[in-house]
Nanobody, 123 residues
Framework: VQLQASGGGLVQPGDSLRLSCAAS????????MGWFRQASGRGREFVAA????????YYADSVKGRFTISRDNAKNTLFLQMNSLKPEDTAVYSC?????????????????WGQGTQVTVSS
């Protein structure tokens, strides 16, 4: 599976961004997906996950109510809508895929990773 994340950028606190992750090399509907982030000097952090069909999602407490994960299986694309962004959301955001129906929060259950896209929230 090849994953290509995009959509990052520099925004101000309170702004919104929509990240995309284009997948190829495997039937998209056969893989569950997740978003993780890594801030400078810190470890990888789970952000959100979605099952193969898109019917089940799960979020880290730090983003719940502000971020929405979704997928378009017809277009082989994963999304992360980020609203009400805060400076502490600044990180490199990466998408990941798993052969599990719903891999959830553990990065050990994800098989393939995209290269990441930088999100910077600063005034």
């Amino acid at each position: 599976v090849q994953l290509q994340a995009s959509g990052g950028g520099l925004v101000q606190p309170g702004d919104s961004l929509r990240l995309s992750c284009a997948a190829s090399g495997h039937p998209f509907s056969d893989i569950s997906m997740g978003w993780f982030r890594q801030a400078s000097g810190r470890g990888r952090e789970f952000v959100a996950a979605i099952d193969r069909s898109g019917s089940s999602t799960y979020y880290a407490d730090s983003v719940k109510g502000r971020f929405t994960i979704s997928r378009d299986n017809a277009k082989n694309t994963l999304f992360l809508q980020m609203n009400s962004l805060k400076p502490e959301d600044t990180a490199v955001y990466s998408c990941a895929s798993s052969s599990s129906y719903f891999a959830g929060t553990s990065d050990r259950l994800y098989d393939y990773w995209g290269q990441g896209t930088q999100v910077t929230v600063s005034s």
